[in-house]
Each structure stands twice: as structure tokens, then as C-alpha cells.
């Protein structure tokens, strides 16, 4: 039993160790990703309250993007991407009462509970999106001992495709209570121009790597911006 304490408290640390340098590239910004599911009836208010918050967000201090996407072929499914100069920055809009008012009216409209993700950017970009472009949120969960080669993988799949034709906006963050879970967001010109990078070898290598060495379904989810 004493090995066994050493041996887990043994990868702790490794993978505390491995993680610290890559928490510092951008330390400033504050992210999150939120997910929401309203009830298919409720689709048109939600997607109204959605907007009004977006808004008043946008024009809050130390905004530096919030936008708000619809589930492609579920409608009724939404997401929220929104970056803040700082963590009190974005505390200040979450305790602030648009958002107060956004959240109570949105509250009965759900179908599951609202699900915010806190999270640091890997690797952040300040672009955003517009009208008729494709928008893709994975989630991507590596497992402690493999979290530096899936930092490696995704970095690289990351730099490699933000170079592909009709790449727009393309990075990742981290959960900050759970630093292996990522979200890699992503936004293309077209729906074309994405399936082409996704069938691309470095995406198949990518996906391929990955598989090997996350702890739970790779969870890609498509949008469009609102």
C-alpha cells in the first residue's frame, strides 16, 4: 500500500511538473466555454437572451471576445466562447446584473444544467468569427501520464493548421480545475475548408495520436456563430 501511495503521488508531481511551463504562455487571459441546452420549444427565447448577453458583454471592460454558436443539426444545443483580459475582469461581468438576469431567465428554459468551463488559454488567438463560418469545439481528454505528449500533439496539430486555406481562428484552452481536459476551438471559412484539414494526414495522425492517449470520448461538436 506505501508503494502504491508513492507510486500515484509520483505521478502527481510529474504531471504538475510537466504542465507548469505551459500554463505561463499567456496567464492574463481568462477563458471559458460554456455549454447550454434549453428544451426544443424554448430554442427562439434562449437564442434572444443570448444575444442580449453577448451585448452587454462585449462592451463590458477587459472583454476581448464573447460569442455565442448553435449547434449544427441540434439547435436547441449552444455554446458561449468568451475571453477577458484578466480573471477580474470576467468576475466583474459574472457578478454583474445583466449576467445576473441572463442566467435567472435562461434558468427555466433549460434542459441540463449550465455547464461553464473556466478555463487558461494553451494557445489563445484574439480572432473571432463571422456569418457563415464554421465553428467546431472538441473537447479532449489526455490522461495525466500521457498530458506532456498530448500537449506536444495538440500543439502541433494546432500550429499546422492554422495554416491550412480557410483557417480563421484555431486554439486551445484548459480547464483550470482540470488542466488535462482541453477544448480545442476552432473556426473556418466554410464547412469545406474544415473537412479538408480533418482528412488531411496531420489531422488523421493527429486523431490517431490522441485516441492512444485520451481518457474519454474525443468530443467534437460543430456550430454556427449567432
Do not use: C
Not at 445583466?98 to 478555463?119: A, K, N, Q, V
Not at 492517449?213 to 468530443?219: F, H, K, T, V
Amino acid at each position: 500500500m506505501h508503494s502504491l501511495l508513492k507510486l500515484v503521488l509520483g505521478v502527481l508531481a510529474l504531471t504538475v511538473a510537466l504542465a507548469q511551463p505551459v500554463w505561463a504562455q499567456d496567464e492574463g487571459v481568462a477563458f471559458a466555454v460554456t455549454y447550454i441546452e434549453v428544451t426544443p420549444s424554448s430554442t427562439e427565447r434562449a437564442i434572444n437572451l443570448l444575444r442580449a448577453q453577448a451585448e452587454s458583454s462585449r462592451a463590458a471592460t477587459g472583454n476581448l471576445r464573447f460569442q455565442i454558436l448553435q449547434r449544427i443539426g441540434r439547435p436547441n444545443h449552444f455554446a458561449i466562447l468568451d475571453a477577458w483580459e484578466s480573471q477580474e475582469a470576467r468576475d466583474r461581468d459574472t457578478a454583474s446584473a445583466h449576467t445576473r438576469t441572463f442566467r435567472s431567465s435562461l434558468e427555466p428554459l433549460l434542459y441540463s444544467p449550465y455547464d461553464e468551463r473556466p478555463s487558461n488559454a494553451i494557445m489563445g488567438t484574439s480572432a473571432a468569427g463571422g456569418d457563415g463560418q464554421v465553428y467546431a469545439l472538441t473537447h479532449v481528454d489526455f490522461i495525466p501520464p500521457a498530458l506532456e505528449e498530448g500537449l506536444a500533439l495538440v500543439e502541433a496539430f494546432v500550429t499546422a493548421s492554422r495554416q491550412a486555406p480557410g483557417a480563421i481562428d484555431i486554439g486551445v484552452i484548459a480547464q483550470n480545475n482540470r488542466r488535462n481536459h482541453m477544448t480545442q476551438f476552432e473556426i473556418w471559412a466554410s464547412a469545406e475548408h474544415r473537412i479538408a484539414n480533418a482528412a488531411s494526414a496531420q489531422g488523421r495522425h493527429y486523431r490517431t495520436e490522441a485516441y492512444a492517449r485520451i481518457g474519454a470520448l474525443y468530443d467534437e461538436r460543430l456550430y454556427r456563430g449567432l
